[in-house]
């Protein structure tokens, strides 16, 4: 069964190439629908796909203005994601400190027995 929790839907998509490029372009502002498919050589229902799993998972809101779909990041979307990252980071730098301070402690007493 899939994950269905925030974070994994965040990982989930940001975990296919086109759906990060689509992230990208949008970081310049609302796109249409329309322009952004024309940069794909794909679909347009293969585009609302990606569209649909980014919107799911938070990272985009689609709007309707008159008879155009824009599509806009949605700011918020990824502070639980760099929160969590940010929390391992710290946690893999510690024990990174600490596999160093041991190494050279280790060394050094392998260099003091000689």
């Known amino acids: 069964m899939p994950a269905t929790d925030e974070l994994s839907l965040v990982f ?3 975990a296919d190439p086109t759906r990060r490029d689509i992230l990208t ?6 796109i249409t629908v329309g322009e952004l498919a024309a940069n794909y050589s794909m679909s347009r229902p293969a585009i609302s ?3 649909a ?3 799911g998972a938070g990272l985009i809101v689609r709007t309707v203005n008159a008879q155009w779909r824009e599509c806009s990041i949605r700011e918020a979307g990824l502070d639980d994601a760099r929160a969590w ?3 391992h980071r710290a946690e893999w730098n510690e024990r990174l400190d600490f596999l160093g301070d041991h190494l050279m402690n280790h060394q050094s007493r392998r260099e003091g027995a000689r």
């Open 53 to 55: 799993v980014l919107e």
């Open 49 to 51: 796909q990606h569209l």
């Open 85 to 87: 990252v940010e929390q």
């Open 12 to 14: 989930g998509a940001l």
């Open 25 to 30: 372009r949008l970081r310049t502002g609302p």
